[in-house]
């Protein structure tokens, strides 16, 4: 079953109701391309997963998490599994409460049940009570904190390659200085410019991308064995492992549907813990 998301054009005016609520679902996965508005944009899932692209960063938004993307920044989305999806278009007015660039935070029960009203409401947004609990919605979101569920670009255009690289194919084993040559750079120019730009040294962000994929792997139905291999983990158990100590519980109960709490307050702590001596 398919339920029709907000048609463009109202996604792209500042004119009309503060905030439009919408809710979509989706028997298997699909891509929406890279893309703007004029509104900004909440989007959040009650099942199944978001990736969401942008020029500066790649965000995973598992179910219980909402993601902010401000007025005319592009990015592009693609969903993984059984999908049932909201979004909440902001007019621009109504933005100035929230960052200029994107981030994702923890749903709280009362927010998740905002959104449930508002996007079944048959009253329509024009409706004073319904735009009452839109403003209410709006006041829930500014108070939830920022998760570390992203995965930030470096901007230099060699760095940048690297990134896209790993990202593409985050198993890849290459080291430092296999990359520095790959990308036509020096091992010392890539090393320190790599964590200045993002914050992480480039195996630390390796394994960041890594746990990321893997939520977008299991969403999609793969096993955790099968997962696990395909991201170049050496064992199950070393995936399950690193996986619990991130995300509060194991892989396979991850699949089944247990929301996932990321449990470490800085970005470092997605990261692995050893890192290759070519990165010091």
């Known amino acids: 079953m ?42 959040g899932t009650s099942k199944g997963l978001i990736t969401v692209d942008g020029d500066h960063g790649r965000w995973v938004v598992p179910a219980t998490y909402a993601m902010w993307v401000p007025p005319d920044v592009p990015h592009g989305m693609s969903s993984h599994g059984d999908f049932e999806g909201w979004s909440a278009y902001v007019a621009p007015a109504h933005c100035v409460h929230f960052p200029s660039t994107p981030y994702l935070c923890l749903m709280s ?64 084993e290459r080291r430092l200085s296999e990359w520095a040559i790959w990308a036509h750079v020096s091992t010392r120019t890539l090393s320190r410019r790599f964590v200045k730009e993002t914050g992480f040294t480039l195996t630390q962000w390796r394994q960041r991308a890594r746990l990321l994929r893997s939520l977008e792997l299991l969403a999609s139905g793969e096993t955790v064995q099968s997962a696990a291999l395909t991201l170049g983990y050496t064992s199950a158990s070393a995936f399950i492992a690193r996986f619990h100590g991130v995300f509060g519980c194991t892989p396979g109960r991850y699949a089944a549907g247990e929301p996932i709490h990321v449990s470490l307050a800085t970005p470092s702590g997605m990261a692995d813990s050893t890192v290759d001596a070519a990165d010091q």
């Open 109 to 172: 029960p009362l927010w998740l049940e905002m959104v449930r009203r508002l996007a079944g409401d048959t009253r329509g947004p024009d409706d004073p009570a319904h735009r009452r609990l839109a403003l209410a919605l709006l006041d829930e979101a500014c108070a939830a904190p920022h998760e570390p569920l992203g995965l930030p670009y470096p901007s230099d255009s060699r760095l940048r390659r690297v990134a896209d690289a790993i990202a593409r194919c985050p198993q890849d």
């Open 2 to 43: 398919r339920t029709p998301m907000l048609d463009p054009s109202r996604a792209d005016s500042s004119e009309g109701p503060p905030v439009l609520v919408v809710a979509r679902c989706d028997e298997q996965g699909r891509t929406t391309p890279r893309h703007t508005h004029a509104r900004g944009q909440w989007l």
